[in-house]
Nanobody, 117 residues
């Protein structure tokens, strides 16, 4: 079993910045990608960004391109989401995700990001 522990969510004003962190409890679990999803009240969970752990290649949802940056720190076994130019519509619970080569998904408990206008 793998635990993903997120941190960094808080209340921020529109136009501000925030960095989320997600630490995995194990180093070797067949990890292929790690990423972030979010879920706003009354909406379905949606993809935000992902990074391939081995190569570092990244992928973003169109709604966050140019504003969010995903990165990883192998030594700390941690993935980050740097969020800039935040908008009220970015308000959501952000979930860390790790997907293995065999297709198993692990999820964090979620961290609340609230952007005030």
């Amino acid at each position: 079993q793998v635990q993903l522990v997120e941190s960094g969510g808080e209340l921020v004003q529109a136009g501000g910045s925030l960095r989320l962190s997600c630490a995995a409890s194990r180093r070797t679990f067949g990890r292929n990608t790690m990423g972030w999803f979010r879920q706003a009240p009354g909406k379905e969970r949606e993809f935000v960004a992902a990074i391939t752990w081995s190569s570092g290649s990244t992928n973003y949802a169109d709604s966050v391109k140019g504003r969010f940056t995903i990165s990883r720190d192998n030594a700390k076994n941690t993935v980050y989401l740097q969020m800039s130019a935040l908008k009220p519509e970015d308000t959501a619970v952000y979930y860390c995700n790790a997907q293995t080569y065999s297709g198993i998904n692990y999820w964090g408990q979620g961290t609340q990001v609230t952007v005030s206008s």
